[in-house]
Nanobody
Framework: QVQLVESGGGSVQAGGSLKLSCEFS????????MGWYRQAPGKQREEVAS???????TYADFVKGRFTVSQDDAKNTLFLQMNSLRPEDTAMYYC????????????????WGQGTQVTVS
């Protein structure tokens, strides 16, 4: 059973930085696609960034140039470095893991973490 535990959220002023972490356990991370999502009050959850098996990264337009997704060498921890934070970045941030089926990410069997709150004032 895959488990994801996020940490690193908090309150910061506009222009500041935070680094989120997501600890992965319960399986081999190499068999999963990993990503960060966020949900603000009254809004739908949206994808922020993802990282694939060979390190290929994708970013939502609203974070490009400000956020960076990465993994540690053992692929046990997923990170999200957030710079130049804006009030509109305020949201609960979630880590997600999709098992791989061949070369595809199986989002129907996604595992979510519990989330970590980011507040930008």
């Amino acid at each position: 059973q895959v488990q994801l535990v996020e940490s690193g959220g908090g309150s910061v002023q506009a222009g500041g930085s935070l680094k989120l972490s997501c600890e992965f356990s319960g399986s081999t991370n190499a068999d999963y696609c990993m990503g960060w999502y966020r949900q603000a009050p009254g809004k739908q959850r949206e994808e922020v960034a993802s990282i694939g098996q060979i390190g290929f990264t994708t970013y939502a337009d609203f974070v490009k140039g400000r956020f960076t997704v990465s993994q540690d060498d053992a692929k046990n921890t997923l990170f999200l470095q957030m710079n130049s934070l804006r009030p509109e970045d305020t949201a609960m941030y979630y880590c997600a893991a999709d098992p791989m089926t061949g070369l595809l990410c199986d989002s129907l069997n996604r595992t979510w973490g519990q989330g970590t709150q980011v507040t930008v004032s």
